[in-house]
Structures are given as structure tokens and as C-alpha cells.
């Protein structure tokens, strides 16, 4: 574990670090990418040592590379932040980020009351190479995560830094492949902006709650997406509504939430929401909202009893899906928390 104390003051904060490019350094004779040890991160940022806070931190061993993340690695984290709650003020998580909006959404459904921050972070370069983003994107996410106004944290929630920017976490989405740049937050503003100062958005952060930190870890993955497409073809439908367990779909629409309205597609629809699968409509469209009521297309949709998602991503739909599927409430519960913000995850 690395500790870098400074004693002068009572602010810490913890470092997890799961994998991901952030942490790799690159031999210099063969040019292979593998990760370095964590205990040596002052090595490749000596910046962090200068911070007026504590750091403590803790590496997953083997680090795994964010395509192999799933529920079990989630829950690994929430109860990681639930065994040091009380011990650190804020959390980094360095991660991959190819799947990295996936664990801050499932993350920010399981960490129950939540008022401290959990700042993911990670990098499109390796920490080992010169023109790197990620020094600044750990150096800016321990700062945000030990920021406070009035002796409480300012950004108590799930959050994504990257690239000068802080977003709420279930509102984010993996954009681009290469730009330094790659994550974006279409349907919410950022929390933040760092440039000279670090500019919060104060009304866009939500308020930290006084009751105590609970973790969810009952994940039930029984869910699917299905994405159409002009000429999507009936016994691919039927094929993933007979889905053995499956209890939610999210259907994948276009625009405003439409979808064809030739009958057969209709009635496959139909016939499994009165089955009692649940089907959650999500626009294609990176920005905007469902709106089943607006064309004939959407109301098709909503007549054959599929609820509303209104402008949530799909990372956040699945792993809000999960949440509200393991939770034990009853059906008709879940349908009215899949169409309501429960975390800040869809507008109201
Ligand atoms: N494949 C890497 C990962 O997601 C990419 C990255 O870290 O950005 O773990």
C-alpha cells in the first residue's frame, strides 16, 4: 500500500486502482504495455506528494483490463468504499475506461446515501508515456475528491473526470476511441470544469444526505438490449424475449423513441410484455428524450405496455435495471421506479 502522509491535515483521501491503460508503463526495448507497480506511483507522479491531504491506496491484484469488469468486480468496489467509509473522505477510482461509465452507473445505484465523493478516472495513454492525459486526470480527481465547502464534500456523488471535466457518472457515456477527450455527458451539464480553478456547477450537484452509507450487492443480470434496425428480423426478436430467466429488455429505439408499427413487430412486443417481461424503451440518439406519445410509431410502443426511459443512457438503464431487478420490490414497484430518477440518472 502507498501512504503519503501529510500530517498537518485531516482530509484523506483513497486511491483504487483497478487496471486500465492509466497504469501501464511501456518497456523501453520492446515497446509492450504492462502494468507497473502501484507502490511506485509517486515515481510517475511526484506532483501528489505535494498535495495537502493524505493518500492511501490500493491495487487490484491481477489489475484487470475494464472489458473483463462485470457485477462481481462492482461489488468488489462498493464494499472496498463501504470497509474504508468512515476512515477516508473521498475515493479515485482509476479504471479503464472502456467500460468505465458501466461501474460509475452500477456504482452509483449500489452506493446507497452516498455524501462523499467517488471520482472515476483512468486515461487514453499509458501513465509511462511522455504526452500522457492521465497524470492530470488523477492529480484533478484526488483534488476534486477532497474538496469541501463548509467542512462537507462538494461533489457527494459517482462522478467521471476526464479530460478537464467532471460528469455525473450514470449520465456518462465512452464517446471516442482516441480523443483525450472521450468521455461526453449529452443530457446533463458537467459538474465541473478545470482550467486555472477548478469551476463547480453547484446546481447541477446533488445535495449530500445525512443517513448512513448502505451498499447494494444483489445484482440480478437477467436483463437484455435489443437494438433495431431497419430489417430487424422477427426470430431475433423472439429469439431474445424467449431468453431462458430473462426479466427485462431494454429496447433500443430511434429518435424520440420509435419504433416500426408493422403489426408482427407490434405483436411480438405484446406478447412479451404479457408474459411479464419488462421492456424499457431507450433512444439510439446520444442526446434527447423518449417521448412515446409524440408519433404514431411511439405510441404503438407504449400501447403494448413498454415504459418509458426517458433520456438515460443505456449504461445506466442496464445497470439501473439490475439494481431495481435484485432489489426484491414488486413488479409493479420496479415499473414505476424505471420511468422516475432514482440517482439522478434521467431527468425528472
Ligand atoms: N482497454 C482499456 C480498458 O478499458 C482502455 C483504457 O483503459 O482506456 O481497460
Known amino acids: 500500500m502507498l501512504k503519503i502522509k501529510n500530517m498537518e491535515q485531516n482530509t484523506s483521501i483513497l486511491l483504487i486502482y483497478t487496471g ?47 472489458s473483463n469488469m ?17 476512515s477516508f473522505d473521498g475515493f479515485v477510482i482509476l479504471h479503464g475506461s472502456d467500460t468505465m461509465a458501466y461501474t460509475a452507473s452500477a456504482l452509483s445505484f449500489m452506493l446507497e446515501n452516498l455524501s462523499k465523493p467517488v471520482i472515476f478516472t483512468g486515461s487514453q495513454l499509458p501513465l509511462g508515456k511522455i504526452r500522457t492525459d492521465g497524470k492530470e486526470n488523477v492529480i484533478t480527481a484526488l483534488e476534486i475528491a477532497a474538496a469541501k465547502k463548509d467542512g ?13 471535466k467532471l460528469y455525473r457518472g450514470n449520465r456518462t457515456i465512452k464517446y471516442n476511441a482516441e480523443h483525450f477527450e472521450a468521455f461526453r455527458s449529452v443530457n446533463y451539464p458537467e459538474l465541473a470544469k478545470a482550467g486555472v ?24 443480470t437477467n436483463v437484455a438490449v435489443l437494438k433495431i434496425f431497419p430489417g430487424i428480423n422477427p426470430n431475433t426478436m423472439r429469439a431474445v424475449f424467449n431468453t431462458e430467466g430473462l ?43 423518449v417521448q412515446m406519445g409524440k408519433y404514431e410509431t411511439g405510441i404503438g410502443l407504449e400501447k403494448a405496455g413498454v415504459l418509458s426511459g426517458r433520456d438515460i443512457t443505456v449504461e445506466a438503464a442496464i445497470t439501473k435495471l439490475m439494481y431495481l431487478l435484485g432489489s426484491g420490490y414488486s413488479t409493479e414497484k420496479i415499473k ?9 440518472e434521467m431527468s425528472a
Open 20 to 66: 486500465g491503460t492509466i497504469g501501464m508503463v511501456e518497456d523501453s526495448e520492446t515497446g509492450v504495455l504492462s502494468p507497473f507497480d502501484f507502490k511506485h506511483l509517486t515515481k510517475q507522479i511526484p506532483e501528489i506528494k505535494r498535495f495537502q491531504f493524505n493518500i492511501e491506496s490500493i491495487s487490484f491484484k491481477p489489475v484487470i483490463d475494464s
Open 70 to 86: 462485470d457485477p462481481g468486480v462492482w461489488v468488489h468496489l462498493a464494499e472496498i468504499i463501504e470497509e474504508n467509509y468512515e
Open 152 to 164: 462537507k464534500a462538494i461533489v457527494p456523488e459517482v462522478c467521471i473526470y476526464f479530460e478537464y
Open 197 to 220: 480553478k477548478i469551476n463547480y456547477n453547484f446546481s447541477a450537484i446533488s445535495k449530500p444526505t445525512e443517513q448512513e452509507l448502505r451498499i447494494f450487492t444483489n445484482l440480478d
Open 247 to 289: 426479466k427485462a429488455v431494454i429496447l433500443e429505439t430511434y429518435g424520440s423513441g420509435n419504433a416500426p408499427s408493422d403489426k408482427w413487430f407490434i405483436d411480438e412486443i405484446e406478447n412479451a410484455t404479457s408474459k411479464g417481461l419488462i421492456v424499457m424503451n431507450v433512444t439510439q440518439c446520444r442526446g434527447g428524450s
Open 336 to 344: 414505476k421506479y424505471i420511468e422516475k430518477p432514482i440517482r439522478g
